[in-house]
């Protein structure tokens, strides 16, 4: 599944292929982890993704922006989206497709949000605020970020 019209945000120019292989059943899933929302298990999960990645030859530098970025959406999973119940469930998936781009998934059960509702961390008046850059910051190190089922799930492309 790709991003909904109108719920990508793409901050580097696409590939020209970048629409081929992109079907759901074309990406190969692998890691699928699910966790209680706890935050000292979000270290456990990306240190596993970062394994992946190695053992996928993705070069230092990606490895580096898509572990950030993950870890950003596992926080943001677990604080907002579970709001730290550790009943709960947070889901990881890594998945990669043909041409081996990778794509992350992180899903919580909450009632999901509104991305576009978020205040811009640039602007004076939150330049000095404690929390709010996480969906930004993920924007910055990701190709392509969606928000899908109600905003309480993430995809995060990495070409």
């Given at each position: 599944m790709s991003c909904p019209s109108g719920s990508s945000h793409s901050n580097h120019e696409m590939p020209?292929?970048?629409?081929?292989?992109?079907?759901?059943?074309?990406?190969?899933e692998?890691?699928?982890?699910?966790f209680f929302a706890d935050t000292e298990a979000i270290g456990t999960v990306?240190?596993?993704?970062?394994?992946?990645?190695?053992?996928l030859q993705v070069?230092?530098?990606?490895r580096l922006e898509i572990g950030l970025a993950v870890q950003e959406a596992l926080v943001n999973a677990v604080v907002h989206g579970c709001k730290n119940d550790p009943s709960k469930e947070v889901r990881c998936r890594l998945q990669s497709d043909p041409l081996g781009r990778i794509v992350i998934t992180v899903t919580d059960p909450g009632p999901g949000f509104s991305p576009d509702l978020l205040s811009d961390p640039k602007r004076q008046e939150n330049v000095y605020a404690d929390h709010g850059r996480g969906v930004y910051l993920i924007r910055q190190l990701m190709d392509e970020v969606c928000f899908e089922r109600r905003g309480n799930e993430i995809r995060m492309w990495k070409y």
């Open positions: 020209p292929d970048s629409n081929a292989g992109r079907p759901e059943n074309e990406l190969s692998l890691l699928n982890i699910g990306a240190d596993a993704i970062t394994e992946t990645l190695i053992q070069p230092e530098q990606k």
